[in-house]
């Protein structure tokens, strides 16, 4: 994803970065806008990771040690100079992910009326008419609308974007990816943006007319959203 | 996942009750497998002493009553095939049987055309290509990759007694693999003080996508090119991997063409939707990368059958993606009782570990299981501490003990159902 509307605030640093140079004047200028605590590097307890960008919650791992297992050979240079730089021009086609936040979502914008056109020719085969018949996994349904059943119960019901997906970014960053999967990655993002809001409408999470389009599918509060937390499993005795 | 449930056993047990060959038992009892070309095989050689024998070839293939294969998923196309791990002995998966869990298909990828891009929060965005990869000073390791879901079928309290160890939990394999330290990458590149996490990305028809803790990158992270000691094969990830030494194995990204250092999670799919662990309280546990402690006996088994009573070798495999494993336990009455099996050398972190146990068969109906312990002191628990722990609707990870019952006529089952 592009850098650009990235703000990096008061995020960890790890101390094993330490390590990683900083040849040029730019990480200087990021240390400055972005003052950093150090935390969570010390070995054998493992490395705090953010992972809420606001830093609501955080991630520890209890298996990762301050790093690289594998120093370099004594009288490595410093670079070895391998690989060619890449230009803005050699990343942009790749650099297609969208996350939470919305960063990385191209300009365009679709109707949940346009998105029935959209999975009615490209979709419904695998998914179903309205999403819940399969023969592939079942996009639609809010069922169990109360609570989230789904560790408690073995039969709790298939997950569905409606009931399970803490995001709605992730919609356009998998379809894009993976969709259809007879060709994937087929679809303009006009057609993407309208798919997903029929998806989000016939999962009742947004409104039938709702344009959706880079700011709109952002501000998506999706059903299961806050219900993920961190792995707490460690090693050691205790059975997590 | 539905994907990552065993398929079921197809022929008839009493085929490989009548055959004689295989290495895993010992010259005594076959596999199904035997069956097909049983007749083949029973028709008496020539003395290979009285005739020369074939000369030297360009590719070694197996003897001709050898016949270990992966076991594809059953639906149609399938996204994975498993191990025979019933069919091996030692710690090492030959490359050929490793274990496939794919969601797009085995791409075909020429190694000339090859990039791999490193972008996103760095001094020097840079492509690599193979050669460059090569280049860099490199290192191997011996490592297990397992996927995640494997063994999920055996959760549910009745699955079926014909079970063998690859259907079981044959999304697991082992290799040594060799490739460039991920962490020599990033210095190349020169990663910014503020990163914290890495986007991986294959290029395969899924564009498979995972958020790596640059932690991990900076750790024990490898980029592989090579498997066994020789390029890592299409399924594996050709022409390169990543390897992330004791993580769920699709995180493990296959093709990999892509790494974005960044300070925050994607939240791909494969990271929400999917691989994440819904619990009992109404949470769902996110980011679940290591692998915890877990063992299988690969002998006796399904389909394996005890002729007679007498010594017999108990033989599995235990591993850890927290680290080395120090101990395993067999039991013979079904968890009454614990013993302390042998560990093969050698016994290396983040790898398979063989055990052996020599047990007497006194002909009376055994329970055998085996239950690991890892070097941070985590003990392989049972399928109700496990269940307990998390709910009755937990699906990956599921490390909890195996077992398998001996009959008094010595034909093996799986009988997690029986037992529970």
Not at chain 1, 5 to 28: F, N, R, T, Y
Not at chain 1, 81 to 102: E, F, K, S, Y
Not at chain 2, 84 to 107: K, N, Y
């Amino acid at each position: 994803m592009r850098r650009a509307g990235l703000a990096a605030a008061g995020l960890a640093v790890l101390a094993a970065l330490a390590a990683c140079g900083a040849p040029d004047g730019s990480q200087e200028r990021d240390r400055a806008e972005e003052p950093a605590r150090t935390e969570g590097a010390t070995p054998g307890a493992g490395a705090t990771v953010p992972v809420e960008a606001d830093g609501s919650w955080s991630l520890r791992l209890a298996d990762v040690s301050e790093g690289p297992a594998w120093p370099l050979p004594a009288g490595s240079p410093e670079r070895f100079g391998l690989g060619t730089a890449a230009g803005a021009g050699r990343i942009a086609p790749w650099d297609r992910d969208v996350r939470p936040d919305g960063t990385g979502l191209p300009p365009g914008s679709g109707r949940a009326a346009d998105g029935e056109r959209v999975w009615i020719a490209k979709c419904s085969a695998c998914h179903g008419p309205t999403g819940t018949e399969g023969p592939n996994d079942r996009l639609v349904g809010r069922e169990p609308r109360e609570g989230f059943p789904f560790g408690a119960e073995p039969r709790a019901g298939p997950r569905t974007v409606g009931n399970y997906w803490p995001y709605a970014t992730t919609l356009f960053d998998y379809i894009t990816r993976a969709m259809p999967q007879n060709v994937p990655g087929s679809l303009t993002a006009d057609e993407t943006y309208a798919v997903i809001a029929w998806i989000l409408a016939r999962n009742e999470i947004v409104a039938d007319d709702v344009v959706m389009d880079a700011s709109t599918l952002a501000a998506v509060r999706m059903p299961a959203a806050g219900r993920f937390v961190p792995d707490d499993r460690r090693g050691g005795p205790e059975v997590r | 996942m539905d994907s990552a449930d065993p398929p079921r056993g197809r022929l008839s047990r009493r085929a490989w009750l009548t055959t004689t060959s295989g290495v895993v038992a010992a010259g005594l009892v076959g596999t199904r497998f035997d069956a097909v070309d049983l007749s083949a095989r029973q028709v008496p050689a020539q003395d290979p002493r009285s005739i020369p024998g074939r000369p030297p070839s360009e590719l070694g293939s197996r003897a001709p009553g050898e016949r270990p294969r992966r076991l594809p998923g059953p639906q149609v196309p399938s996204s994975s095939s498993r191990s025979p791990l019933h069919e091996l002995d030692g710690i090492i998966t030959p490359a050929d049987l490793h274990f496939e869990r794919h969601h797009g298909g085995v791409p075909e990828i020429r190694p000339d055309g090859y990039e791999l891009l490193v972008h996103g929060m760095v001094d020097r965005p840079t492509v690599f290509t193979l050669s460059d990869l090569r280049r860099f000073p490199a290192v191997s390791r011996l490592a297990f990759l397992e996927c995640s879901g494997n063994g999920n079928g055996t959760l549910r309290r009745d699955p079926s007694p014909e079970s063998t160890p690859q259907e079981i939990d044959g999304l697991l394999s082992t290799s040594e693999w060799l490739g460039v330290p991920l962490s020599t990458l990033l210095r190349e590149v020169g990663v910014r003080p503020t990163a914290s996490w890495l986007l991986a990305e294959g290029g395969d028809a899924a564009l498979l996508a995972r958020s790596i803790p640059l932690a991990k990158g900076m750790d024990d992270a490898l980029v592989a090119y090579g498997q066994n000691g020789e390029a890592t094969r299409p399924e594996q990830g050709y022409p390169a991997r990543l390897f992330l030494p004791g993580w769920e194995g699709n995180t493990n990204v296959k093709w990999l063409r892509r790494i974005e250092v960044s300070d925050r999670p994607t939240m791909t799919r494969e990271e929400t939707s999917r691989y994440t662990d819904p619990l009992a309280d109404g949470t769902a546990r996110q980011f679940s990368f290591a692998m915890d402690a877990k063992s299988i006996i690969t002998f006796p088994s399904f389909p394996y059958a005890l002729p007679d009573r007498g010594w017999w070798e108990v033989r599995g495999l235990a591993w850890s993606g927290r680290g080395r494993i120090t101990r395993v336990e067999v039991s013979a009455d079904g968890g009454r009782s614990w013993a302390d099996a042998r560990l093969q050398d050698p016994v290396l972190p983040k790898c398979t570990t063989r055990f052996r146990h020599l047990w007497r068969w006194n002909g009376s109906q055994a329970f055998l299981m085996s239950r690991a312990t890892d070097e941070t002191g985590y003990v392989q628990p049972m399928w109700d501490m496990l269940v307990g722990a998390r709910g009755a609707g937990t699906s990956y990870h599921a490390n909890h003990v195996r077992t398998w019952k001996v009959a008094r006529t010595g034909e093996v089952t799986f009988a997690q159902g029986e037992l529970a």
